[in-house]
C-alpha cells in the first residue's frame, strides 16, 4: 500500500510539473521519496527516479544547492546498480552538467554534458529533444568559455535536429538560432549573425 502511494504521489507530482505548481510538486516528490526509501532503502534505482524527479522540482524553484544535492545522490546510485555509461544516467548527468553551469563553472558543464552526450550516441538514441538540448548547451557552455568553433559545432548540429523534428515556427529553434547567431558573432561573420537573428525573431 505504501509503494503503491508513493508511486501515485510521484504521477501527481509530474502533474504538478505540468501545470507548473511547482511547490506542489515538490511536496508530493518529497513525500513520495520518503516511502520510497521506506519500502526500498537508500540505494535502490526506483529512489534515484524519485530523486531525479525532486532535483527538478529544486530546478523549477531556483534551489540550485537542493538542485545539485539531489542529481549527485541519484547519479550515485544509478552508476551503483547500472555502471557508468549506461542510458539511464545520461538525463542526470546532462541536468548535473547545467547546475555546475549554473554555479558558474562552464568547464566542469562542458565536461559533463560531453559524456552525456556520449552516452546518448553510444546507445544510439533517438531521443531528438534530449540529445538536441543537450547538444545546446554544449554550445553555450563552449561559447561561455570562448571556443566559438565547438560552439558553432554543436549548435548546427542541434539545429539540424531540431529542423527535422518540429513544426518550423518551434520556440526551440527560435533559441538555438539565437545561440548560433551569438557564436557567428563572436567568429567575426555579422552578417551571418544578423540572418540568424532575423530568423528568431521571426519564429518569436
Do not use: W
Not at 67 to 78: C, F, G, K, P, V
Not at 174 to 192: C, E, F, P, Q, W
Amino acid at each position: 500500500l505504501l509503494l503503491e502511494q508513493a508511486n501515485l504521489l510521484r504521477q501527481l507530482g509530474y502533474h504538478y510539473q505540468y501545470t507548473g505548481e511547482y511547490r506542489a510538486f515538490q511536496q508530493c516528490s518529497e513525500r513520495a521519496l520518503l516511502l520510497h526509501e521506506n519500502h526500498y532503502g537508500q540505494d535502490h534505482p526506483e529512489v534515484a527516479i524519485t530523486l531525479y524527479s525532486l532535483s527538478n522540482a529544486y530546478e523549477a524553484l531556483g534551489n540550485i544547492e537542493g538542485n545539485q544535492q539531489r542529481l549527485e545522490r541519484a547519479l550515485m546510485i544509478n552508476e551503483r546498480h547500472y555502471g557508468k555509461d549506461h542510458i539511464t544516467a545520461a538525463s542526470i548527468i546532462g541536468s548535473l552538467g547545467n547546475v555546475y553551469g549554473a554555479l558558474g563553472d562552464n568547464v566542469k558543464k562542458k565536461v559533463l554534458l560531453e559524456k552525456a552526450l556520449l552516452i546518448l550516441e553510444h546507445h544510439h538514441s533517438n531521443e531528438t529533444e534530449e540529445v538536441s538540448t543537450i547538444l545546446t548547451n554544449l554550445g553555450t557552455a563552449c561559447d561561455a568559455l570562448g571556443n566559438a568553433v565547438d560552439a558553432k559545432r554543436y549548435l548546427e548540429r542541434a539545429l539540424a535536429m531540431q529542423v527535422n523534428a518540429y513544426d518550423k515556427n518551434d520556440p526551440r529553434i527560435a533559441a538555438t538560432l539565437s545561440n548560433l547567431a551569438a557564436a557567428y558573432g563572436n567568429l567575426g561573420d555579422v552578417l551571418k549573425q544578423k540572418t540568424l537573428l532575423e530568423k528568431a525573431l521571426f519564429i518569436k
